[in-house]
């Protein structure tokens, strides 16, 4: 017997660690299981991020895309519509905006972009190829999300989409995960657990766009400015990526790497979230950062830069 139910397409360019990747995760686990079927299709790769997923009826896909722009990706991804036969497609960034052409093909009769932050490169909005990109394939999108008014801004103006066209909703926060702890907990693994010391974190791919080296070089001036510091002061920034050594070294230069801990991913991020006394996102470009929202509903202070839809 047929599953009635309607199948939502979610094609992004990885399925790996990320605010994007995350909010797909979220949507998943917590639409109705009786009401929609999902699958993911990473013109990359799946990585063991999948298991975040709860749900077993999910097909994944990989379609392992080498770099750049492939022409034989379109009948690869034709083929697959035709034979799931989404109800819906929601692609998501730049990166995975060409599965629209394709879905046109297919005739599913709903399809959705979603633009969750700023493209490596044009942080600011003002590359004209980005620009372009974007208008070359208007025509076979449907609907447009917008993670933030700032995105929803881009997408009017200089993009040049109808703004009927275009919807801003918000990232959600899982509340029964992230929620505020009555006192700092300890975190697992944490060398900074006992009582007396105030804990500064971040949490997140630790890549160029995110900027982790910036954080790095405020603790090392902090302390080197009220040197009082280095009794209380410890740094915690979790997450993997090329400036994960970038930042060890800075604090190996300062010798301050006693100072700092640096555990590389984790899959507790709520319990470290539990664990900090404030919560710092130095990114260069942001959509809506999911860590805010999630720092912000487990009750911490945040300090961010006045980028994209932080504000």
Aim: include cysteine.
């Amino acid at each position: 017997m047929s599953d009635g139910r309607p199948l939502v397409a979610h094609i992004m360019h990885r399925f790996d660690t990320g605010g994007l990747e995350n909010g797909v995760v979220n949507l998943i686990n917590h639409m109705p299981a009786d009401a929609y079927r999902h699958a993911v299709i990473a013109l990359t790769e799946v990585t063991d991020f999948k298991k975040r997923i709860h749900r077993p009826d999910v097909q994944f896909f990989a379609l392992n895309k080498p770099p750049g722009h492939v022409l034989w990706i379109y009948p690869q991804l034709y083929r697959l519509f035709r034979q799931l036969q989404p109800a819906i497609v929601h692609t998501r960034n730049l990166a995975a905006l060409e599965a629209a052409v394709p879905a046109w093909a297919a005739r599913v009769p709903a399809r959705i972009h979603g633009e969750h932050g700023r493209d490596v490169g044009d942080f600011d909005g003002t590359n004209k190829k980005c620009q372009w990109i974007r208008r070359l394939y208007s025509p076979f999108v449907k609907h447009y999300i917008a993670l933030s008014r700032d995105l929803a801004h881009y997408l009017t103006h200089p993009v040049g989409i109808g703004a009927k066209r275009v919807t801003q909703i918000y990232n959600g926060v899982d509340a029964a995960r992230f929620h505020p702890a009555p006192q700092r907990q300890d975190i697992p693994g944490s060398p900074f657990n006992e009582t007396g010391l105030w804990l500064v974190g971040t949490a997140g791919r630790m890549q160029t766009v995110k900027d982790q080296t910036n954080l790095a070089h405020a603790f090392v001036k902090a302390i080197q400015n009220e040197p009082s510091l280095r009794d209380r002061l410890r740094l915690v920034m979790v997450g993997e990526g090329p400036l994960r050594n970038e930042s060890l070294a800075i604090l190996e230069a300062a010798g301050l790497a006693e100072l700092a801990w640096l555990p590389g991913e984790r899959n507790d991020i709520p319990d470290i979230m539990r664990g900090l006394d404030c919560f710092v996102l130095p990114s260069l470009g942001e959509g809506i950062s999911n860590t805010i929202l999630e720092a912000m509903a487990s009750g911490l202070p945040i300090i961010a830069t006045a980028v994209g839809g932080n504000p």
